[in-house]
């Protein structure tokens, strides 16, 4: 059984800093496309950023570039997410997502990836 954790969440005021971790277990593909998605109150879930394990295919969203920096720990099968310059927007439950890597969304990350963490809440005060 696969197992996806998220953890690092927290409340912050703007302008700091947290960083994300996320662990996954219990899958056996080897190539595979593991990152963030948010969720803020009222709105629909959204994409953050991305990694893939084989070519380093790395994506960010607009409105985090330059804020937010993602690694990853093939040996671990952990991936980070490091968010500097937070700002009240940034407020969501983010969640790590992890998905094989495949023909139809090759090494980037989309809305119907295979496995799913529970969520960790991001909250930035003003």
């Known amino acids: 059984e696969v197992h996806v954790v998220e953890s690092g969440g927290g409340l912050v005021q703007a302008g700091g800093s947290l960083r994300l971790s996320c662990t996954a277990s219990?899958?056996?593909?080897?190539?595979?496309?593991i990152g963030w998605f948010r969720q803020a109150p009222g709105k629909e879930r959204e994409g953050v950023s991305c990694?893939?394990?084989?070519?380093?295919?790395?994506w960010y969203r607009d409105s985090v570039k330059g804020r937010f920096t993602v690694s990853s720990d093939s040996a671990k099968n952990t991936v980070y997410l490091q968010m500097n310059s937070l700002k009240p927007e940034d407020t969501a439950v983010y969640y790590c997502?992890?998905?094989?890597?495949?023909?139809?969304?090759?090494?980037?990350?989309?809305?119907?990836?295979?496995?799913w963490g529970k969520g960790t809440l991001v909250t930035v005060s003003s």
């Open positions: 990694i893939s394990n084989n070519n380093k295919n790395i």
């Open positions: 219990g899958f056996t593909f080897d190539d595979y496309v």
């Open positions: 997502a992890l998905d094989e890597i495949n023909e139809e969304y090759g090494s980037y990350c989309h809305s119907h990836m295979d496995y």
